[in-house]
C-alpha cells in the first residue's frame, strides 16, 4: 500500500519540488477535474498551523462563470499568534469571502470539495463551488455560508396569518419565509471527507487552477491538495 507521506513525494517530484520542512502527509479531494495548472507549494512557517481558511468566490451571472478561484489559509502558532498566510495559485475572478475560523486552540484538521463535473460543450464549467474543511473539536466551516446549521423550526419565521373559506370552511393560511442566510446553493457533487492522521494538523497547500482565457470555458479552481505537519 503507498503510503500518504509517498503520495506526497511523488507528486513533488513531478513538480520538480523537495519536501516541504515539517511535513508528514498530505491529503486530497476525490472529486478534483483533471484540468487547469499547479501552483506552488505554500506551507504554514515552521511551528504554526492552519486555523481558518477563506475562499475568493466569483459568484453567477458572468458570460463564463467560475464559482472559487483561490483558497486561502490562516496560520498561528502554538501561542496563538497569527503568523502568516499561505495560498497557492489564485485566479482572476471574484471576491475574498472571509475568515472560517476554528475556536481558540483547535485547528484545521480536514477537507471535502463540492464540485461541478465537467459539463461539456453547451455547458458552463465552474470547477470547484464549495469547500468544507473540520476542527480538531470536529466543527464544520462551510467557504459559503460558514458555520453550517442544522435546519430546525426556528430558521423559518411566519410572515402572516389569516383565515379564507374554500368550499365554505374556514382555512387557516400561514405564509412562512426561509431565512435566506439559512439555505445552501451548491451546483456541483460533495466528495468525501478527507483528514490528517491524529496527531497532525493542516500546514499548507497545492491548488490547480485553470487560466483565464478568452477563447476557451474556464472553470476557476479545479483541485487542491493539502498538508499535514506534526504537532512538535
Known sequence: MTTPLLLLLSSLVALGG???????????????????????????????????????????????????????????????????????????????LGMRTCSSDYYLTGLRANVVPDMGTFGDDLGMDNLQMSCSDNTVLDGLYGTPQARSDSQVVPLSRDVTKIDD???????????????????????????????????????????ESVTNDDAGLVDVIMFCCSVD
Do not use: M
Open 18 to 96: 523537495a519536501t516541504p520542512r515539517g511535513v508528514q502527509e498530505s491529503i486530497t479531494i476525490d472529486n478534483g477535474l483533471d484540468r487547469g495548472e499547479w501552483g506552488a507549494v505554500d506551507i504554514c512557517p515552521s511551528g504554526s498551523w492552519a486555523f481558518a481558511f477563506e475562499i475568493k468566490y466569483a459568484d453567477l451571472g458572468h458570460v463564463d462563470d467560475t464559482s472559487i478561484n483561490a483558497i486561502r489559509l490562516y496560520c498561528r502558532d502554538a501561542n496563538g499568534a497569527l503568523t502568516d498566510t499561505a495560498i497557492s495559485t489564485e485566479g482572476e475572478w471574484g471576491e475574498w
Open 169 to 211: 370552511r374556514e382555512v387557516e393560511r400561514v405564509q412562512y419565509k426561509i431565512r435566506v442566510s439559512d439555505l445552501t446553493r451548491d451546483y456541483g457533487e460533495w466528495g468525501s471527507w478527507s483528514y490528517c492522521t491524529e496527531g497532525l494538523r493542516v500546514c499548507g497547500l497545492e491548488s490547480s487552477v485553470e487560466p
